[in-house]
Nanobody, 127 residues
Framework: EVQLVESGGGLVQAGGSLRLSCAAS????????IGWFRQAPGKLREGVSC????????YYADSVKGRFTISSDNAKNTVYLQMNSLEPEDTAVYYC????????????????????WGQGTQVTVSS
């Protein structure tokens, strides 16, 4: 069974940190780009970061550059999103998605039909 399971969300004060995990199973992890997306209440889903997205590159949205770091532990089939200096504007449900080959993930279109999606994890940053 194919699964992407996010964890690590929670409530944190502004300036704090969280590390999200996206654990994959049921597919060849190394062949897929993994991306993080987020959706705040009343807003469209947006791309945050991806790894192995087209030619092995990583990508960060401008709003998180310098604060978030994406990494992959291939032995554990898990991608992490380290989030530092969190701001109330980072409050959202965070989802991970998998894209075979990474070509589609390179542009992080939140409306694209990626191969797999997780169920999401809530991140709430209080001011």
């Amino acid at each position: 069974e194919v699964q992407l399971v996010e964890s690590g969300g929670g409530l944190v004060q502004a300036g704090g940190s969280l590390r999200l995990s996206c654990a994959a199973s049921g597919f060849t992890f190394d062949d897929y780009a993994i991306g993080w997306f987020r959706q705040a209440p009343g807003k469209l889903r947006e791309g945050v970061s991806c790894i192995r997205c087209s030619d092995g590159t990583t990508y960060y949205a401008d709003s998180v550059k310098g604060r978030f770091t994406i990494s992959s532990d291939n032995a554990k089939n898990t991608v992490y999103l380290q989030m530092n200096s969190l701001e109330p504007e980072d409050t959202a449900v965070y989802y991970c998605a998998a894209d075979w080959g990474g070509q589609a993930m390179a542009v992080m279109n939140p409306l694209h039909e990626y191969d797999y999606w997780g169920q999401g994890t809530q991140v709430t940053v209080s001011s």
